[in-house]
C-alpha cells in the first residue's frame, strides 16, 4: 500500500549541521515542517535553535518522533558509522521512517549500507545535492534520489522544501554515482578554467578579461560563471566547499570507472591532481584553492 505523503508539521530530523545541513534544515522550517537537528558541534547547534529547530548533541534523542531522517555528513563511512555504530540510532527507528542519505557518499557503500538496514526493516534513499550553499541558502538546489519509487513519492514534500529539480535515479545507490560523476565532470570544468586563468595571466591578459569573455563563449561553463571572480580572481577562496570533499567525490568518480572496468584515462588523473594537492594547501582549504596550487607549481619547481 503506497504510503502517505511526509508533509509538514512532520518532524525532519537532520543529522550533521554543517556547511549545508544547516541551510538545508532552515528551508525545512521555512516549509513548515519541525526540524531536530545532531551535530557534535556546538555553534551549529547554536544556529539551528536561533533558526527555530531542536538542537542535540545525540542523534538518538534527535531522530525521537522524527517521520524521516536526514543524514548531511562528510562520507558514506561517518554516515554507517552514526546509523550503525555503537549508538545504535538506526535499530531504534520505527521501520516506516525512511532514511535519506543527502551526503556525497561512496555508491558502493550505500549499496551495502541499505542492505544493512534493510535487515532492521527501514528503507534508504540516496538523494544527494548539487548546487552548493548559496542554493542550499534559497532552497534552489538540484536532487538525484536512488531508492524505490514509492519512498521517493513518501518523502517528495520533504525534498521540495530543499530542492527544485528533483531527479529519480534508479536503484539506490544510483543518486550518489551521478553525484560523484556530476562533481567529476564539474571539477573537470573548474581546472580548465584555472588553467586558462594561469596562462591568460601570465601572458598578459587581465583576469576580468579572461572570466568575461569565457562567459559570453563557447568556454563557458559553472566554474567560469560562479567560481572565477567571485572566489579565484578575488582570491577570497571560500566558496563554502571543501577541497578534501571535493578530492573525495573525485576518488569516487575515479573507483567507479575502476569498479566496472572502464578504461577514461581524465577521471584518474584529475582525482589524483586533486589527491597530491591536497597535503600542501591544509585542512581547511576550499576547493577553488586548486588555483593556487596550480599557481604555485612553477614557483615551486
Ligand atoms: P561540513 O563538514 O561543513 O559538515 C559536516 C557536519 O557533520 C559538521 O558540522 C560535523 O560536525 C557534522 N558531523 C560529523 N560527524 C557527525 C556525526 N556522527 N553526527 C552528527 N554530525 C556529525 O560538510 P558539508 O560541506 O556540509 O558537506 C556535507 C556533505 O554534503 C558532504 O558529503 C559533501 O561532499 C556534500 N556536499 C557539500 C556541498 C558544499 O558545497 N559544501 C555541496 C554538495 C554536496
Redesign the pocket.
Known amino acids: 500500500m503506497a504510503q502517505t505523503a511526509i508533509s509538514p508539521p512532520a518532524i525532519v530530523t537532520v543529522?550533521?549541521?554543517?556547511?549545508?545541513?544547516?541551510p538545508m534544515s532552515r528551508r525545512l522550517l521555512l516549509a513548515g515542517f519541525k526540524v531536530h537537528g545532531?551535530?557534535?558541534?556546538e555553534p551549529?547547534r547554536a544556529a539551528l535553535a536561533a533558526a527555530g529547530g531542536k538542537a542535540f548533541a545525540s542523534?538518538k534523542e534527535a531522530v525521537a518522533g522524527a517521520s524521516v531522517v536526514i543524514?548531511?555528513?562528510?562520507?558514506?563511512k561517518?554516515v554507517r558509522?552514526?546509523l550503525l555504530?555503537p549508538d545504535e540510532v538506526a535499530a531504534s527507528l520505527p521501520k516506516t521512517t525512511p532514511i535519506i542519505d543527502?551526503?556525497?557518499?561512496a555508491p558502493t557503500d550505500t549499496t551495502s549500507l541499505a542492505e544493512a538496514l534493510a535487515g532492521l526493516g527501514l528503507t534508504l534513499l540516496d538523494a544527494?545535492?548539487?548546487?552548493?550553499?548559496k542554493r542550499?541558502i534559497d532552497g534552489s538546489?538540484a536532487i538525484m534520489v536512488g531508492g524505490p519509487a514509492d519512498v521517493v513519492e513518501q518523502v517528495k514534500p520533504v525534498l521540495a522544501a530543499m530542492g527544485k529539480s528533483i531527479i529519480p535515479t534508479g536503484r539506490v545507490g544510483s543518486g550518489h554515482a551521478m553525484?560523484a560523476l556530476n562533481?567529476y565532470v564539474s571539477a573537470a570544468g573548474l581546472i580548465a578554467a584555472c588553467e586558462a586563468l594561469l596562462i591568460g595571466r601570465t601572458f598578459g591578459l587581465a583576469p576580468e578579461t579572461i572570466a568575461d569573455v569565457l562567459n559570453v563563449s563557447t568556454g563557458r561553463n559553472n566554474s567560469t560563471e560562479v567560481k572565477l571572480k567571485p572566489f579565484i580572481i578575488s582570491e577570497k577562496f571560500n566558496?563554502?566547499?571543501?577541497f578534501a570533499?571535493?578530492a573525495?567525490?573525485l576518488r569516487i568518480a575515479a573507483d567507479l570507472a575502476k569498479h566496472l572496468g572502464l578504461t577514461v584515462p581524465q577521471i584518474g588523473a584529475v582525482a589524483d591532481l586533486w589527491e597530491k594537492a591536497k597535503p600542501g594547501l591544509g585542512a581547511d582549504a576550499d576547493?577553488t584553492e586548486i588555483y593556487r596550487y596550480l599557481a604555485d607549481l612553477d614557483a615551486n619547481r
Open positions: 543529522i550533521g549541521l554543517g556547511q549545508m545541513g544547516l545532531a551535530d557534535p558541534a551549529a542523534a543524514t548531511m555528513l562528510p562520507t558514506g561517518v558509522e552514526a555504530g543527502m551526503s556525497s557518499s544527494p545535492v548539487s548546487g552548493g550553499v542550499a538546489l553525484k562533481n566558496s563554502g566547499f571543501s570533499l571535493m573525495k567525490d576547493h
